[in-house]
């Protein structure tokens, strides 16, 4: 089992609204990171852990713990004229962006990135690393175990 943190910003997708989703579950749109792409097409599994990240928002930080509902398969966003995340290079038959459904299992009291950062054991966790921007990064197990007791349990 593996497990990731993923940034939503709240105004477009939030812990509330995947949770208020059918099953709790929502499509992660809209990644157009190829490092972020790869993770969920080579790297994620079906029930790997998901830090719920809120980003882009006057308080950051993770705000549930979800898991990966499905397989990785093609972003349909990419194809919409319509949508934010439109790619005219991308065709149905080559598509360059995917996406993981992503269930929420349950919301924690927000946990800020100045809480994060005054663990010790929390040091290297990437997200806290300064540059970094990727939507999608990979969580090492002592972490996971360590937000989770930050989380209550």
Same mark, same amino acid.
């Given at each position: 089992? !593996? $497990?990731?943190?993923? =940034?939503? &910003?709240?105004? &477009? /997708? @939030?812990?509330?609204?995947? %949770?208020?989703?059918?099953?709790?579950?929502?499509?992660?749109?809209?990644?157009?990171? $190829?490092?972020? #792409?790869?993770?969920?097409?080579?790297?994620?599994?079906?029930?790997?852990?998901?830090?719920? $990240?809120? @980003?882009? /928002?006057?308080e950051p930080?993770?705000?549930?713990?979800?898991?990966?509902?499905?397989?990785?398969?093609?972003?349909?966003?990419?194809?919409?004229?319509? !949508?934010? $995340?439109?790619d005219s290079?991308? =065709?149905?038959?080559?598509? #360059?962006?995917?996406?993981?459904?992503?269930?929420?299992?349950? =919301?924690?009291?927000?946990?800020?990135?100045?809480? %994060?950062?005054?663990?010790?054991? %929390?040091?290297?966790?990437?997200?806290? #690393?300064?540059g970094n #921007?990727?939507?999608?990064?990979?969580?090492?197990?002592?972490?996971?175990?360590?937000?989770?007791?930050?989380?209550?349990?």
């Open positions: 089992m !593996s $497990y990731w943190l993923m =940034k939503s &910003e709240p105004d &477009e /997708c @939030s812990v509330d609204d995947a %949770l208020a989703a059918p099953q709790a579950t929502v499509p992660w749109t809209g990644v157009r990171n $190829y490092q972020a #792409r790869n993770f969920m097409r080579d790297a994620m599994r079906v029930g790997d852990g998901v830090l719920f $990240y809120h @980003s882009s /928002c006057a930080g993770i705000a549930g713990i979800a898991r990966v509902a499905s397989a990785a398969r093609p972003d349909p966003t990419q194809f919409d004229p319509g !949508s934010p $995340y439109h290079a991308a =065709k149905p038959q080559a598509p #360059r962006w995917l996406l993981v459904d992503v269930q929420v299992v349950r =919301k924690v009291p927000l946990i800020t990135l100045p809480v %994060l950062r005054a663990n010790p054991g %929390l040091a290297d966790l990437l997200v806290l #690393r300064k #921007r990727l939507s999608i990064t990979p969580v090492q197990p002592r972490h996971w175990d360590a937000i989770l007791k930050m989380a209550g349990g």
